[in-house]
Nanobody
Framework: VQLVESGGGMVEPGGSLRLSCEYT????????IGWFRQYPGEEREGVAC????????YYSDALEGRFTISRDSTKNRVYLQMNSLKPEDAAMYYC??????????????????????WGPGTRVSVSS
């Protein structure tokens, strides 16, 4: 299984970006793909994730509804639409994989589930 992120770039505050996570070699029918971000010197933090079975979506409370995760199974991609970007959204963004069973076990703390198979990441910069 391989995940590859794309779509990062530099935008001004208030702008939008759509990140893409393309996955290949995934033979499982039930899985969860999540977006995480990482600031320099810090650990990854959960942004959003989506399940393959029923498209259940989970978000970080800190996003204030500005981001939307979606999935296109025909293209093997998971997207993260980011609107009203703020300077504090600037980070490396990664997508990772976990099983939906593990995700459900963590409940509201979905971001603590053991995601793995991280892609190389895509950088988001927000600056005027």
């Amino acid at each position: 299984v391989q995940l590859v992120e794309s779509g990062g770039g530099m935008v001004e505050p208030g702008g939008s970006l759509r990140l893409s996570c393309e996955y290949t070699g995934l033979d499982y029918d039930v899985y969860t793909i999540g977006w995480f971000r990482q600031y320099p010197g810090e650990e990854r933090e959960g942004v959003a994730c989506i399940t393959s079975s029923d498209d259940s979506k989970y978000y970080s409370d800190a996003l204030e509804g500005r981001f939307t995760i979606s999935r296109d199974s025909t293209k093997n991609r998971v997207y993260l639409q980011m609107n009203s970007l703020k300077p504090e959204d600037a980070a490396m963004y990664y997508c990772g994989l976990t099983t939906t069973r593990l995700l459900r076990a963590f409940g509201s703390r979905w971001y603590d589930a053991p995601f793995a198979l991280w892609g190389p990441g895509t950088r988001v910069s927000v600056s005027s």
